[in-house]
């Protein structure tokens, strides 16, 4: 059938539909109550709140309320917020295609609610407008669309279950009707049977954000913030559905414009929308990871269990930008080929879930050990109102458990966070470098636990040598030797903007010797974080940051950087962290320009004219004697050794990087979204989200005032790290 014939056809088909399920004229309405008389009749109510019949308008002690109809309402004020109760009509029939309400009050899915019930089920709920102090008590009209419950009884029933501040329900003028109620539509719910693995809902960028609830068997189970597109969305994301499979779950959203085609459009389906797209689209980060839709940004839970590089991260699953922070959740076995596995802990009663640490159990201190297996057990801040620490755990580093005793250490000050534990063998300790602002400063605090989910504060880590604090945010706190010497051990203490403090640790304090030192020298870098439990083989400190590209147009945003080794070199300031990448990324060089030795003299052609590429790594060490300025361009990206100040210049932006016995190395990786340079033994690592023209494929290279020797100089092309389905 041509597709333009369809439409009138399903029309016809529905209306077919409707016919038989109403009558075929519009019906006048039917009043369910409107809450005019002395007392509540044949409804019954329990407790107190609700008094024996309805009020008369504002309460004594309440702002006024307005918006209700005629002269009486439903108002559970009755004795002021605290006091409590139910209020239930007698059984009616459904016969008109909505049922229409006025409500006010406060805002409380669980105990302040309007709910139509049907078989003893809750089959839809609509609470209040106020969860914080100020807000009004006005009634604003609101309906739910009951046309799937054509013919069955149903009773409604107001629950106030609440107490302190609106605590309380405004309810009135309750009644059927098949005229499509005006306005946005409040609380419009659809219901869907699952049958895939997920719901794609419809994304703007940019549009009002409208509260999404997903109610199984009536409960609601996941609640986020979504810019929903009423029409033609950017992009889709993917709710995972699958634990709800053969199960009808609801979809609610707390408002929704008239004619919105947000909740119609949900579709389901096994795999991502435009999966075929998937890590090839133009502006993803080819070796650097990113999430397959939705925002990332800080590292979390970076630990290697199991044979697994674990990278959790803060994701908006449901968003281009910031909110609902979940942890998602990726493994690689190699740090370069990184698979993404979901979303593992959701926001929940205690709030989003902001970021934190994992590390493995070994001595199973926590009890969440089974059948002998060590836990990985998850160190994170659930910032609600208190801001506090919690715990989930796993024995097979897929699913995870929250701890039922949550939270494990209370909010101190609020937004204390981004919790980061390790194990201390020396002292048989458990260690948490803690973020709070203590008397209106940034401080880390830190404490000892045995079994971690006991904690006692043992310490608190301010300012610099002069008392200025620098340390803010996602604190890491780690041992490494000076220049690899295992008798020389310093500790490290580092926040976001990875400024740290080196100094000694004997499991009870930190004793700072050199402090607000400074860590990258890029842009863009920001929460990194360390793995924890590297097999003691390994021997080396690994740390990913946030890399802040934004990738406009694409159904994600932000990445991480590539995996650095730290290392501390002894310099004549002190040790010092040095920034180096990880060498299994050379597992992703497809071909290979050695160009070996070369000197290269002031105007000389470019003798890089020849190469091309687009995912690149360029490997130099060069002595500049008397030249003033080697220039590389890669893609059109200048990346600029400016030798009187010995500094390296990268896409205009300048860091020192200092000589060293008259040699600067230089190891650059270019990405679709981002360069990462590092130079002189790692003390100068440039991180730098830019973007190179897609077309612009070139390299050149080209020295001033003097003749360059290279004793090194290669450059290789490399090949995309995600794998190719
Ligand atoms: C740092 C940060 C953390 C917090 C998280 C929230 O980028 O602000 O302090 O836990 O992001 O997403």
Redo the contacts with the bound molecule.
Sequence with gaps: MNPSLKRPFIAAALALFTATAFATHAAEDLLIADFEGADYGTWKATGEAFGSGPARGTLPGQMPVEGFQGKGLVNSFRGGDDTTGTLESPPFRIDRRYLAFLIGGGKNEQKLALQLVVDGRVVRSATGPNDRNGGSEALAPESWDVSDLAGRMASVRIVDDAKGGWGHLNVDHLRQTDTRPQGPRINAERSIPVRSRYLHLPIRNGAPKRVVTLLVDGRPVVRNDIELADGKPDWWAPMEVRSWQGKTVTLRVDRLPAGSRALASIGQGDTLKNAGALYREPLRGQFHFSPRRGWN??PNGMVFYNGEYHLFF?HNPYGWD?GN?HWGHAVSRDLVHWEELGDKLLPDDLG?M???SAVVDWKNTSGFGKEGKPPLVLIY?A?GNPTVQCLAYSTDGRTFTKYAGNPVLKQITGGN??PKVMWHEPSGKWVMVL?VEWQKKHTIHCFHSTNLRDWSLAQVVDGDATGKPYLF??PDFFELPVDGEPGRKRWVLLA?NSAYAVGSFDGARFVPEQSNLPGHRGRGF??PQTFSDLPARDGRRIQIG?FQTATKGMPFNQSMTVPLELRLLGTPEGPRLTFTPVRELEALRARSHRLGSVALAPGVANPLAALRGELLEVRAVLEPGDATEIRFSLRGVPVVYDVKRQELVVNQHRAPAPLHEGLLDLTVYCDRTGLEVFASRGLCYVPMPVQPKADDRSLSVEVQGATVRFKNLAIHELRSAWKRR
């Design positions: 940004n800080d803060q910031w922070m989003p902001f970021s934190g801040t910032a966070r981004d973020y945010e996602c976001a920001y929460a946030w």
